[in-house]
Structures are given as C-alpha cells and as structure tokens.
C-alpha cells in the first residue's frame, strides 16, 4: 500500500515537471527578466544528476540592436 502511494507520488512530479519542461517554465522570473534585460538570444544548458545541478553554461549569442534614436543623433 505505501510503495503504491510513492509510485503514485512519483509519477504526478514527473507529470509536472513532464509538463513544465514542455511549457518552457525551467527559469525563475527573475532569470526571465535578466535574459530580456540583455536581450539574450542564445543557448542555455544545464546538467542535473539526482536532483543536483552539475554543470551550468551558455553559448554567446546575445546581439544589442542599436537604439535608431541614438544612431541617428551621432551620424
């Protein structure tokens, strides 16, 4: 009866994180708001081993766009 309970509870948190992986909810906001903040336009990698974060890293690929504004005020 509880090893049936703990499979149980197993599968509904790989069904959530099943599902959050899916719907792109692995960052924190504020991770999220920093990645917009520098308009980040990469790839972010992260290695986990029995719920542990092992590894961590990006690729650069973040471009600024410069602001119209400005450009045209130094040509």
Do not use: D, W
């Amino acid at each position: 009866m509880i090893e049936a309970e703990i499979h149980e509870n197993e599968e509904r948190s790989f069904g959530e994180f099943r599902r959050k992986v899916r719907g792109a909810e692995v960052l924190s906001a504020a991770m999220q708001r920093l990645l917009q903040a520098i308009h980040f336009n990469g790839r972010l990698s992260v290695i986990v081993q029995n719920g542990q974060v092992l590894k961590s890293g990006y690729e650069e690929g973040y471009f600024r766009q410069p602001e119209t504004g400005v450009t045209a005020r130094l040509q």
